[in-house]
T-cell receptor, first 119, second 112 residues
Framework: KAGVTQTPRYLIKTRGQQVTLSCSPI?????VSWYQQTPGQGLQFLFE???????NKGNFPGRFSGRQFSNSRSEMNVSTLELGDSALYLC??????????????????FGPGTRLLVL | GIQVEQSPPDLILQEGANSTLRCNFS?????LQWFHQNPWGQLINLFY???GTKQNGRLSATTVATERYSLLYISSSQTTDSGVYFC??????????????FGRGTQLTVWP
């Protein structure tokens, strides 16, 4: 089975621009989460999608948004880029099992990441 | 939110040595995962271990959920073990469903 894929792998943008990152989960996985990793803040949760719905969102400004398609692929968008948005963006997919209280995630598998540099 | 603390922050070993990495968490968790971040940034799954003990080759992990800690053991270290090891937990409650909380990691350097 192919792993989680992310495109592009590297990106250089300038302040004020916007960027779209893509994530394709492992086949059969319906839950996709996004994380930002910086040296200062570590790994921080951005948002999580399940069945095309955002289920959870971290503490990031509205410039960060995302969506999930019917094939479970996900995109995240960052508008009006700032220098501080330079980071490694990681996507994770997991097999979500539907339970009585909603979907439950199991092991999360991460993609190789997209390194974004904002100049 | 839940606090995840890893220790030590840095560890330097000679090849062949053994090591123990610790992860403490401040609340009851639904699951716990250990990851190794390779030099290219990818997080590689090591263990999914909400409780109990698991072994995979030279690596093993133990989680004592009632005491809110997990340990990762690396035996006979190799230079390829170098990198950052992360512990992450999922508390699977209400609005936090699906979110992993990460520790700051342990930077392991293994010298030949």
């Amino acid at each position: 089975k192919a792993g989680v894929t992310q495109t592009p792998r590297y990106l250089i943008k300038t302040r004020g621009q916007q960027v779209t990152l893509s994530c394709s989960p492992i086949s059969g996985h319906r839950s996709v989460s996004w994380y930002q990793q910086t040296p200062g803040q570590g790994l921080q949760f951005l948002f999580e999608y399940f069945s095309e719905t955002q289920r959870n969102k971290g503490n990031f400004p509205g410039r960060f948004s995302g969506r999930q398609f019917s094939n479970s692929r996900s995109e995240m968008n960052v508008s009006t880029l700032e220098l501080g948005d330079s980071a490694l963006y990681l996507c994770a997919s997991s097999l979500a099992i539907t339970g009585t209280s909603g979907p439950r995630r199991e092991t999360q598998y991460f993609g190789p990441g997209t390194r974004l540099l904002v100049l | 939110g839940i606090q995840v603390e890893q220790s030590p922050p840095d560890l330097i070993l000679q090849e062949g040595a053994n090591s123990t990495l610790r992860c403490n968490f401040s609340d009851s968790v639904n699951n716990l995962q250990w990851f190794h971040q390779n030099p290219w940034g990818q997080l590689i799954n090591l263990f999914y271990i909400p409780s109990g003990t698991k072994q995979n080759g030279r690596l093993s992990a133990t989680t004592v959920a009632t005491e809110r800690y997990s340990l990762l053991y690396i035996s006979s270290s190799q230079t390829t073990d170098s990198g950052v090891y992360f512990c992450a937990v999922d508390i699977d409650r209400g609005s936090t469903l699906g979110r992993l909380y990460f520790g700051r990691g342990t930077q392991l350097t293994v010298w030949p």
